[in-house]
C-alpha cells in the first residue's frame, strides 16, 4: 500500500523559514520522481519543485532562489526548505509520486505565513 505522509507545516511569520518532509512507502521511492504542489484556497493547485529520480530539479518562478527540493533515498523521504516565506506561500502543500504510469499524492499539510 502506497503512503506518502506529509510533515513540517504549521504557521510563520514572513520571512521566516519552514521544512516539509515527505516520508514515503510502498513504492521503489529511488526510481519515482518526487514533486511538491500547493493548493490555496480558491486556487488551482500547482507545482511548487520537483526532482526527478535522477535529482535533477525544477522550480516555480515563484518560489526559485527561496525554496530547495531535496531527497535522502536511503530513508524514502523528500524535503522541501522553505525560506524567505511570503504570505502568498500560504497553501496546502501536497506531496507527489510518480512512477512509470502511476502517481500518488499525500494528505496535504498546512503552511500559513502571516505579514
Known sequence: QVQLVESGGGLVQAG???R??????GFIFRL???GWYRQAPGKQRELVA???NSGA???ADSVKDRFTVSR????NIVYLQMNSLKPEDTAV???NAAVTRSAWWGQGT???VSS
Open 16 to 18: 521566516g523559514s519552514l
Open 20 to 25: 516539509l518532509s515527505c516520508a514515503a512507502s
Open 32 to 34: 519515482a520522481h518526487m
Open 50 to 52: 520537483r526532482i526527478t
Open 57 to 59: 530539479t525544477n522550480y
Open 72 to 75: 535522502d533515498n536511503a530513508k
Open 93 to 95: 502543500y501536497y506531496c
Open 110 to 112: 498546512q503552511v500559513t
